[in-house]
């Protein structure tokens, strides 16, 4: 049972930041910017082949104007 809620909750998460970058008008390229990783890092995160680390949630959240908790709903 963890495993099926980790899983959705990792897809929940990169579903969001899909869908809060896109809404605040932001490339990949720009958000890869931000998190200083390579953009190939984004796409990897955006399609469930990266894991975001601790560390970018706060930098994600700022840059997309929520809070943390926004981007697990």
Same mark, same amino acid.
């Given at each position: $049972?963890?495993?099926y809620?980790?899983?959705? $909750?990792r897809?929940?998460?990169?579903?969001?930041?899909?869908?809060?970058? +896109?809404?605040?008008?932001?490339?990949?390229? &720009?958000?890869? &910017?931000?998190? +200083?990783?390579?953009v190939? *890092?984004?796409?990897?995160? +955006?399609n469930?082949?990266?894991?975001?680390?601790?560390?970018?949630?706060?930098?994600?959240?700022?840059?997309? *104007?929520i809070?943390? *908790?926004e981007?697990?709903?």
């Open positions: $049972m963890r495993d809620k980790s899983n959705a $909750m897809e929940v998460l990169r579903i969001n930041i899909r869908r809060h970058r +896109e809404r605040r008008g932001l490339s990949q390229q &720009d958000l890869a &910017d931000e998190l +200083e990783i390579d190939s *890092g984004i796409c990897n995160l +955006e469930g082949r990266r894991e975001l680390r601790a560390t970018e949630l706060p930098i994600l959240a700022t840059l997309f *104007g809070e943390i *908790g981007l697990f709903r």
